[in-house]
């Protein structure tokens, strides 16, 4: 399963350049939407070989998630900006992957893989209006002008 998930990541990953042509805003919330999606299959394949091409699919989506959203907010923000804001995202990710798992293991625990697989993907699926919302409402993308080169 991990080594479809891999290979999935990979031709997602090498897909970044050809998606550079896609709204980025659009871009983050299909990949999240696809993600759910693909968790929810994932939930209800009734065979190991399916499961394993719906987890190499998920990774597909999934991987180019980190460098569209990174580069979503670095357009939006300063250059001053981007030093804080992206230390409070990795410290968030730092906190969160613990309490992540400290939550996901009794919850696995009682609703069992595949009841954990549709809460997740449920979750997920209910995160995708809000960041269609937040995204439209977003400031548009500051860009910061080049330096004056000299005339003489």
Known sequence: MWGAFGIGCL???LSLNALRRVRQEALLVTIIAGWALAMLA???APTVPLAVLVFGLGGLIWAPFTPVAYSLVQSALTPEEQPPVVTLWAAGG?????????????????AEARGSLLISALLTLALVPWAAWGLRRAPAARRVPEPARPTS
Do not use: H, K, N
């Open 11 to 13: 031709a997602g990953g």
């Open 42 to 44: 994932l939930a209800a």
């Open 94 to 110: 730092t906190l969160a992957a613990p309490i992540g798992l400290a939550l996901g293991g009794p919850l696995v625990e009682l």
